[in-house]
């Protein structure tokens, strides 16, 4: 089965901190893929990064990186320098690599709210 | 830029009512999804198809069905509203399953009174 656990329900920070977004899954798969996502309030989920079981390499992207630690099972995700535009539900999922059509299987955690003040 | 679009907002519906929920995507994407999200509990996967007229339950299928006649067009049925089915449902399609993000519609609000 698989898991995806963000278990930070929701964080408020004011801006410019530095701010780090918790991931844990759990699976049974040796070949996987990971992904962030964002939801701002006008409600439309905008893909952030994919990252395969196999590429620990973190991540770069401007103010969000990305830290991916197979041993702790854990894709945590920083914004540096926080914005009040970073305001949003962030997602976190988890796809098995050998899936099409009814073996298909993405499970997404159940989100945090990261609410940025001026 | 990859573009879903769905045919409502904001839709109130009655208990018993059999509604229509419509979502179109403009990149010949092979596989479209439905979802619910509801406070606390995340997304959840209603149904996917993977190609037209293919269609493959998710975790929540009970109460709904769907229909996928051409590939752009992927249409959630809510056989009998009920209230519970009051939630905010959300479209995406993507390239592939398993390794490819989705592109998300901007989801419908429906109540079901």
């Known amino acids: 089965a698989q898991k995806v656990t963000q278990a930070q329900t929701e964080i408020s920070v004011v801006e410019k901190e530095d701010v780090t977004l918790d991931c844990v899954y759990e699976t049974r798969d040796t070949t996987y893929y990971l992904f962030w996502y964002k939801q701002p309030p006008s409600g439309e989920l905008v893909f952030l990064i994919r990252r395969n079981s196999f590429d620990e390499q973190n991540e770069i992207s401007g103010r969000y990186s990305w830290n991916f630690q197979k041993s702790t099972s854990s894709f945590n995700f920083t914004i540096t320098a926080s914005q009040v535009v970073d305001s949003a539900v962030y997602f976190c999922a988890l796809s098995r690599l050998n899936s099409g059509g009814s073996n298909y299987k993405l499970t997404f955690g159940k989100g945090t709210l990261l609410t940025v003040n001026p | ?113």
């Open chain 2, 1 to 113: 830029d990859v573009k879903v679009t769905q045919s409502s907002r904001y839709l109130v519906k009655r208990t018993g009512e059999k509604v229509f929920l419509e979502c179109v995507q403009d990149m010949d994407h092979e596989n479209m999804f439905w979802y619910r999200q509801d406070p606390g509990l995340g997304l959840r996967l209603i149904y996917f198809s993977y190609d037209v007229k293919m269609k493959e339950k998710g975790d929540i299928p009970e109460g709904y069905s769907v229909s996928r006649e051409k590939k752009e067009r992927f249409s959630l049925i809510l056989e009998s509203a009920s209230t519970n089915q009051t939630s905010m449902y959300l479209c995406a399609s993507s390239t592939g399953l398993a390794v490819y993000e989705q592109y998300f519609g901007p989801g419908t609000r429906l109540t079901v009174t």
